[in-house]
């Protein structure tokens, strides 16, 4: 203990002779310069927090809602459909359209087809629908559309189904027809390292045919809508 307490006087007595030394005034100085160091090193090394809160309950039912609603669930709970057809857009009601051009098309096409076409529509507008005719039988039923692409946007055309005015699953509110393009030529121009250059391409208008399904390729096989006896499309 004498030690201890003899070390510490000396100690004591070291720095007094430093301070005296140094000067009072300098001491002080160096002290609060030390200091101030000492600040502003540690703000540079401060832990940085975040205190946002972030509401997640929303999405948290979004993403549920979209998984219950999404096509896969509509066929496992429609997996006792025991009748499957192809329904045609035939004896359709809405934004028909009748001039020289589409009934000179529906004659060329009622001539080659056994599938008899007995009207067109024109889709300019958003709110531009059809409704097909009631169904006899309760199934299964897959949607074949022959059309005549005048969108002069490059994206593909899209449109939505409803069965008794709601969309029977999540995709079916974004459907899509393809769209057929063609190069403006046949010959494929060299760069300067020999490599092919794509020459541009146009969109063609055309009738084209197409079953309702999945293009972007999520999902299999055809679009199919459980339809009961006396339900219909829109």
Request: proline share 2%; hydrophobic share 35%; glycine share 4%.
């Amino acid at each position: 203990m004498k030690k201890i307490f003899k070390k510490t006087k000396e100690l004591l007595t070291k720095f007094k002779q430093t301070i005296k030394s140094i000067g009072i005034k300098r001491a002080v100085v160096l002290v609060i310069a030390f200091l101030l160091v000492f600040v502003v090193v540690a703000s540079l090394f401060k832990k940085q927090t975040m205190n946002n809160y972030y509401e997640t309950e929303t999405l948290s039912y979004l993403s549920d809602d979209l998984l219950k609603n999404n096509y896969s669930s509509y066929l496992i709970d429609k997996k006792d459909a025991n009748v499957e057809a192809i329904m045609t857009t035939n004896n359709m009601e809405g934004s028909i359209k009748e001039d020289g051009d589409v009934l000179k098309y529906i004659n060329e096409f009622n001539l080659e087809n056994e599938d008899k076409i007995m009207g067109v529509a024109e889709f300019l507008k958003k709110d531009d629908y059809i409704t097909l005719p009631q169904v006899n039988k309760t199934g299964m039923y897959y949607l074949k559309v022959v059309y005549y692409d005048i969108n002069k946007q490059i994206n593909d055309n899209q449109f939505s189904i409803l069965i008794n005015e709601e969309y029977p699953f999540v995709e079916a509110r974004t459907l899509k027809l393809p769209s057929s393009f063609i190069f403006e030529s046949d010959e494929f121009k060299l760069d300067r390292y020999k490599n092919e250059i794509q020459p541009s391409s146009f969109k063609e208008n055309k009738w084209q045919e197409a079953v309702v399904k999945d293009y972007d390729g999520l999902n299999p096989g055809y679009f199919g809508f459980y339809l009961k006896e006396g339900e219909n499309l829109k």
